[in-house]
């Protein structure tokens, strides 16, 4: 297998650290990126130069071109981008502080539409490439207690659907994942609850409080999920999105087919709007 060079945002964690431990144990080179300094020496000690390490917080947007105009610079061409740093914050919008709703659409959405602008302009001058970007099922399901995380999510998803279109004369091809619950540290550092307010006591929005003292079940095994990103990336066409996770798979099909039925039986009368001539 030839080596390939990948760009990670956020491997010190979750999906992150599990893509970087596969692709460096198969051989590749990966330029990653934490919040936390030190918190990968580990893998800088096993694997030596094949491990480049950047210093980043996605939501210093300036930052973020610097980080990946030096990776680029030291390593060369790389062959993939992984856009996966990011966290949820759940409860009642009305729950939020206005800088928890800052935080949340600039780490989730801005900080990840920056690493592709970033990217862009060396993956088209070496000739093409793969960019990934993690989403989640909550990029095309939504749910109350959600409400921020799906505002970074699903505005993620329409970003990154027309970038696929914008790139791909450059031989840039895009991939969004989708998957469901994972055995991550997503149910641990990252992710944040809101302050409740007693009128959401019994509502929807308020299930989510449930993250605080349980330990909810999720199906999904992080190391099958990596390992399926990392298959994406040899597949050409590459998948325009890749749902990974029985729960997943049915939250996506449910949600668009719901969607469905609201729009479906209004043909005629969207019709009725236009103009006559």
Avoid at 22 to 34: H, K, N, Y
Avoid at 133 to 157: F, N, P, R, T
Avoid at 160 to 171: H, I, R
């Amino acid at each position: 297998m030839t080596m390939q060079t990948w760009f990670i945002t956020g491997v010190n964690s979750g999906f992150g650290r599990e893509l970087a431990e596969q692709l460096l144990s198969r051989g590749d080179r990966v330029a990653g990126t934490v919040r936390r300094e030190g918190s990968v020496d580990d893998l800088r000690v096993t694997y030596g130069d094949r491990f480049w390490v950047g210093h980043l917080d996605v939501t210093d947007l300036l930052r973020v071109r610097a980080v990946v105009d030096a990776a680029f610079g030291d390593l060369g061409r790389i062959d993939v981008v992984v856009i996966n740093a990011g966290y949820g914050l759940f409860g009642a919008a009305e729950e939020f502080t206005d800088e928890q709703v800052v935080h949340q659409i600039t780490t989730n959405l801005l900080g990840s539409i920056q690493t592709a602008r970033a990217a862009l302009p060396h993956l088209r001058a070496q000739g093409g490439g793969r960019v990934i970007q993690i989403s989640s099922v909550a990029g095309l399901a939504a749910h109350a207690g959600a409400s921020l995380y799906h505002a970074s999510k699903w505005g993620m998803e329409g970003f990154t659907e027309a970038l696929a279109q914008e790139v791909a004369p450059f031989g840039i091809e895009v991939t969004l994942v989708e998957p469901g619950g994972a055995r991550t540290a997503f149910s641990g550092s990252s992710l944040q609850l809101s302050e409740p307010l007693a009128a959401y006591d019994g509502t929807p929005a308020a299930m989510v409080r449930a993250f605080r003292h349980t330990r909810i079940p999720v199906p999904g095994d992080p190391v099958k999920v990596a390992a399926k990103v990392i298959n994406s990336a040899a597949q050409k066409p590459a998948p325009m999105r890749l749902v990974l996770g029985s729960d997943s798979y049915q939250g996506v099909t449910t949600a668009l087919r719901n969607r469905l039925a609201q729009v479906e039986p209004q043909q005629a009368s969207a019709a009725e709007t236009d103009a006559d001539t």
